[in-house]
């Protein structure tokens, strides 16, 4: 059954990817999709026998990747209850998104193409969360890094979406490279890359030490410190989340996929299955705790002012997952889990809620272009809704119980940076209420700026650039220009509700939005925890971060509640009852709104550190080096003087007796004054 959850997308991925042009686009989609509805049920199938059921974990041994002396990689599959936890989150969001966006890509030419790299992403993250060693696990970290990079760059004619995938693709490789070091590492200090070797000597190496850069430095604190580098590129964290904004130049249902539930949680279960290397690491979980803490506030004050739909939801991700860093940091390793199990449900559900606004708009993403659709697209509404008190924590929904506790782990916990990641939250939490209500206000309510008629040129102008543009219907000048056309015979915007199989997978997230976490909060956090992980998490003998958290003053406890009904009443009354009031405080703080508008310009500062001394030096050696040196001086420069010396020699073969008499003459002149100077002795 294992070995099914694992390969049946990988066979979806080899019948739509080789073979999908032939089959056609609705048999690619059917057979995709079915396969992975099939790796669902199993599943949630294999969650509730291993994690909930009284199945112990198990590893089966596929077959033998490669030996190199003390290095054995093994293929294996490793089933216990966090890679459970795992496989029902990738597989129920990946199938849900397969089964959108059968509706959502209806139009598009290149479907078969879509569904085989969203069965492809699938099967990488599968072979990601079921690893037994640090080298399967890199092949699946590296697998989902190629899927996003084609996924993203779908659109492939647009050269924001080719942009961005390279942007993504690059800043994971900074990450990658730290992670690669740290599995150097973790097999330099233990002989071994296989998890319960690793996790056997973890203890002995509390206190060794390694000589680097002529000093002693600890080396679970080093190995650790590397492995979260991987960590913070995959998961955008604080310094490498430039990508994730960015990526959202790909379909709406990849952001979904890969920004909610899957590629970017990978950072936050790599770290939880390593819990036995961080728990003798405590300065690297504090140093953990700082950049989650940080990436929550970051993102949150950028989220404020974002006016495309789906950047908001992408900064809420960002921001989200610091908070489960900042609860793995604590040692709250299940509790990360937890948010990232709930808020695989409500951002999925607001991910592919904005995509139904979205259609509904004819491919406008501008808030500022949208509201008053409350009337015209209820369901979605109501969807988005649910996932948005969801997101803010109202009480007894998925986040209530998940972030919520992560804050009060966070208060309760005596490590170095715990209290900085209390209030960064704290902060953060209100700030996210702010803009997740600012998001629904208005694009739900107030006026309908799309059925103004002093705005319908502009209107019909920018919906038109947008389709376009966007290629979502078309991804060639041909169809872009007929997608252009049909959007002008239309007239005026008219949003209705999208198509049944688009709205079918909302409902199921909003399910889940609204109950897994009063559900499962007793085997994740409570009760039930020995029962639940049944040992697949490690804590050490000194943490006890969940029996502390419930003894926090009642005040602390209360904050995450009164920072959410703050942050929705103001902007109630910003977006509602006083809307001039952004406008007025944009001009009166230009410098701070341009600043967060520009996300504290980090691509700004980024490009100039980085990107322009790495073109200015690619240049230098391409034409200084390559060129300049190189070329003139080696291969091409003594083929240049070759043809230059035969140029001129060849002039000498003139074909006139009396030249060569006269060459004679002075070749024989030439012999005898060498003979008369030099030749006697």
Request: glycine share 8%; charged share 10%; with cysteine.
């Amino acid at each position: 059954m294992y070995a099914a959850i694992l390969f049946l997308p990988l066979i979806g991925f080899l019948i739509a990817g080789p073979f999908g042009r032939q089959l056609g686009a609705r048999p690619s989609e059917l057979v995709t999709t079915s396969l992975l509805f099939v790796a669902a049920v199993l599943s949630w199938i294999a969650f509730a026998n291993v994690a909930l059921g009284e199945e112990p974990g198990s590893v089966s041994l596929l077959g033998e990747w490669f030996s190199s002396g003390a290095l054995r990689a093994e293929w294996t599959v490793r089933v216990d209850s966090l890679t459970a936890v795992m496989l029902v989150v990738v597989t129920t969001v990946s199938a849900l998104v397969h089964l959108y966006s059968i509706g959502y890509m209806s139009d598009d030419p290149s479907r078969p193409r879509f569904f085989s790299y969203l069965s492809l992403f699938t099967f990488a993250m599968l072979a990601l969360v079921t690893a037994d060693n640090l080298l399967q696990m890199f092949f699946g970290w590296e697998g989902v890094g190629l899927a996003s990079y084609l996924l993203i760059g779908f659109w492939y004619q647009k050269p924001s979406a080719n942009a961005a995938a390279m942007k993504a693709f690059v800043v994971n490789r900074v990450g990658d490279f730290g992670f690669l070091l740290g599995i150097f590492m973790v097999f330099v200090l233990t002989r071994s890359i296989n998890f319960e070797q690793i996790f056997a000597a973890a203890p002995g190496l509390a206190n060794t030490t390694i000589h680097v850069f002529g000093a002693e430095w600890d080396a679970m604190t080093i190995t650790c410190l590397l492995l979260f580098m991987g960590a913070m590129g995959k998961s955008a964290q604080f310094l490498l989340h430039t990508w994730l904004p960015d990526a959202m130049e790909g379909p709406t249902p990849v952001s979904a996929l890969i920004h909610a539930a899957t590629m970017v949680t990978a950072g936050v279960f790599m770290v939880a299955r390593l819990s036995p290397l961080f728990e003798q690491a405590p300065h690297a979980l504090s140093f953990v705790i700082f950049i989650g803490a940080t990436t929550a506030f970051f993102a949150a004050t950028v989220g404020l002012v974002q006016n495309d739909i789906k950047r908001v939801i992408a900064y809420s991700t960002c921001s989200q997952l610091g908070y489960m860093f900042v609860a793995l940091g604590v040692g709250g390793y299940s509790i990360g889990i937890f948010h990232l199990f709930t808020h695989a449900f409500f951002k999925a559900l607001l991910f592919l809620g904005a995509g139904s606004v979205i259609v509904a708009m004819h491919h406008e993403q501008d808030m500022r272009n949208m509201g008053g659709l409350w009337r015209k697209i209820p369901f979605t509404f109501a969807m988005m809704t649910i996932g948005t008190l969801a997101l803010t924590g109202f009480p007894y929904t998925s986040g209530y119980f998940s972030k919520d506790a992560i804050i009060e782990a966070a208060y309760a916990s005596h490590r170095p940076m715990a209290f900085y990641g209390y209030v960064m939250t704290v902060i953060a939490a209100a700030l996210t209420s702010f803009y997740s209500w600012r998001l629904v206000f208005l694009t739900f309510f107030g006026k309908a700026q799309w059925a103004d008629e002093s705005h319908g040129a502009a209107a019909h102008s920018v919906g038109a650039a947008a389709v376009a543009s966007h290629a979502h219907d078309a991804p060639d000048a041909r169809a872009a220009a007929d997608a252009h056309d049909d959007h002008a015979h239309h007239g005026p915007l008219n949003p209705h509700e999208a198509p049944i199989v688009m709205l079918i997978p909302l409902a199921v997230l909003a399910v889940g939005a609204l109950f897994a976490g009063l559900i499962f909060h007793s085997d994740f956090i409570g009760e039930g925890f020995n029962e639940f992980w049944k040992g697949s998490l490690f804590l050490g003998p000194d943490n006890h971060i969940l029996h502390q958290m419930e003894e926090i003053p009642h005040l602390a406890g209360l904050m995450p509640t009164i920072m959410m009904v703050l942050g929705f009443l103001i902007a109630l009354y910003m977006y509602i009852l006083a809307p001039a009031t952004p406008a007025r405080l944009a001009e009166a703080a230009p410098a701070l709104y341009r600043f967060l508008l520009n996300k504290w310009y980090f691509d700004e500062l980024y490009d100039k550190i980085f990107v322009r001394p790495a073109f200015w030096l690619g240049n230098l050696f391409w034409r200084g080096g390559d060129g300049a040196i190189i070329d003139r001086l080696g291969p091409d420069g003594v083929a240049a003087r070759v043809v230059d010396v035969t140029g001129r020699v060849v002039r000498l073969q003139s074909g006139y007796i009396y030249h060569y008499a006269f060459a004679m003459l002075i070749g024989l002149a030439a012999i005898i004054t060498w003979y008369i100077v030099g030749g006697v002795r």
